[in-house]
């Protein structure tokens, strides 16, 4: 009895959850740079929009 299909199964499908899980963290660091990038905007936009003209920031 050969198990050699077990073993190419098992491989294929070890590299393919070593893929999805590189990828999906991928996906997640930039999803996550890219609202930080955003907060950042708008926080710097309200910052912005509150500062007084004429004072000097504290």
């Not at 009895?1 to 050699?4: F, G, L, R, V, W």
């Not at 926080?43 to 929009?49: P, V």
């Not at 500062?51 to 504290?58: D, F, H, I, V, Y």
């Given at each position: 009895?050969?198990?050699?299909n077990y073993?190419i ?24 740079l ?5 907060r950042?905007?708008r ?7 509150r ?8």
């Open positions: 009895m050969s198990y050699q073993v199964a098992a491989y294929a499908v070890f590299a393919i959850v070593l893929a999805w899980d590189f990828v999906s963290s991928r996906l997640q660091i930039r999803r996550e890219r609202a930080a990038r955003q950042a905007a926080q710097a936009g309200q910052a912005g929009a500062k007084p003209t004429g004072e000097l920031s504290r």
